[in-house]
Structures are given as structure tokens and as C-alpha cells.
């Protein structure tokens, strides 16, 4: 007599394995996403924006082409990501809460972590391969400013005219556009040298010196303002 052959039942998952399984699909795209990020990055500041492809990227990612399709519209939304999220990562430091500091405080201290994400050797690559690629592609270089200088600049002339509304440190309140232009020369004088130099790969100013430098930028805004 025959037996009759069943199908083994398949094993049912527990709750803890059925939500890994969902979440699966969401990880790899992750870690595509973060792939595909590492390997242009890398290979716009060695080669520059315009002499790297996206075959190239996705060989280096060990994607697909349509992969990086899927992520990004093209090389331009690429390299749009990049500079978010490395203007992201470095401007970290600026977002530390200064409620509890007077103005002054509070601009020497955004002062000084501006100055190191300045010099920072991550956002000088950023900053020399912007300046390589914006003569031909302007839109890159706006992308870059967006993601960095402006941000900061409109983070500080928020903080200015907030202050200036409460009397602390100003001699009137300030409206938007005056607020704008106290920041912006802020941020340019910050710069000064320093980054000019380090783009340079000439010695830069020791910290000490840096700071006391911040320091008196501080002074000159709040006189001027």
C-alpha cells in the first residue's frame, strides 16, 4: 500500500524574524544609497566632477548603473547629495544650543567652530572641487553654496536678529535684511586668510592665534552693528 506524499509545512517565522525579513529590503537599499555615496565622493575629489561617470561609480560601488538610476536622477543629483550631506555632517558643531550664553558668547563660539569646519580637510576637498567644476556647471557651485555658506548664514542672522530684539549686545533691533548683511560679513571675515592659506596647502595660523582672531571679528561685528 502506498503512502500518499505531503508537502512539509513551511516553518513559521517568529515575530522578531518576520519584521527582519520586511526591514530587509529597506537595509540593502541603504547601504546602496551609502555605497554609491562613498565611491563618487572618492572619486570626485580624486578625478573631478566632470571626468568621473557613473559607469565608473557604480563599478566602484559594486552596484549597477540602474542602481545608481534608482537613487539619484543623474550625476548632478549625485553630487547635489554629497554636498548636503557632507555640509550636514559638518556643520554639527554650529547647531549646538547657545540659549543659555549671551551674544557674544555665542558668537565666539559659533565663530570658532565655523573657522574649524572651514579648515576642516573634508570641506576643503568639497571646496577645491566646487571651485574645479562651477566654471562650466554654475548649478554645482549654487548647490555648494546652499548646502554650506548660506545655511550658516542664515542660521546667524537668525540668531542676530532674535538677539537684537531683546537688547542683547546690539544697539537696536535689526530686520531681516540688515541681519543678512551682519552675517555675511561675519562669515567673510572669519574666512579671511585662513581658508585661503589652507586651500593653499601654505602653514596655517596656529589655533591660539585663530582663536583671538575670532575673538576680535566678534568685536568688530557688534561695534559695526
Known amino acids: 500500500m502506498g503512502r500518499t506524499m505531503t508537502n512539509a509545512a513551511a516553518p513559521e517565522l517568529s515575530a ?69 550631506q ?21 558668537l565666539i563660539r559659533l565663530g570658532e567652530d565655523a573657522l574649524a569646519m572651514m579648515l576642516d580637510p573634508h570641506s576643503l576637498d568639497l571646496h577645491r572641487l566646487v571651485m574645479s567644476a562651477a566654471a562650466r556647471f554654475p548649478e554645482l557651485g549654487q548647490a555648494a553654496y546652499e548646502a554650506g555658506a548660506l545655511r550658516i548664514i542664515e542660521e ?22 540688515r541681519a543678512k548683511v551682519l552675517a555675511e560679513q561675519f562669515v567673510g571675515m572669519l574666512r579671511g586668510f585662513h581658508q585661503h592659506r589652507a586651500l593653499m596647502n601654505v602653514e596655517q595660523t596656529p589655533p591660539d ?4 582672531y575670532v575673538r576680535d571679528c566678534v568685536e568688530l561685528l557688534l561695534r559695526g552693528a
Open 86 to 106: 557632507l555640509a550636514e555632517k559638518l556643520t554639527i558643531p554650529l547647531r549646538r544650543p547657545i540659549q543659555d550664553v549671551d551674544l557674544r558668547s555665542a
Open 16 to 84: 522578531d524574524d518576520a519584521a527582519d525579513a520586511r526591514r530587509l529590503p529597506s537595509r540593502l537599499r541603504v547601504d546602496k544609497h551609502r555605497a554609491i555615496i562613498r565611491a563618487a565622493s572618492a572619486m570626485f575629489l580624486a578625478e573631478g566632477y566632470e571626468r568621473v561617470t557613473l559607469d565608473q561609480i557604480a563599478q566602484r560601488a559594486r552596484v549597477s548603473k540602474q542602481t545608481i538610476y534608482a537613487h539619484f536622477a543623474d550625476k548632478e543629483a549625485l553630487f547635489r547629495a554629497i554636498c548636503t
Open 156 to 177: 546667524l542672522s537668525q540668531l542676530l536678529r532674535q538677539r537684537s530684539h531683546v537688547g542683547d549686545g546690539l544697539a537696536e533691533p535689526l530686520d531681516d535684511a
Open 209 to 212: 592665534r585663530r582663536a583671538a
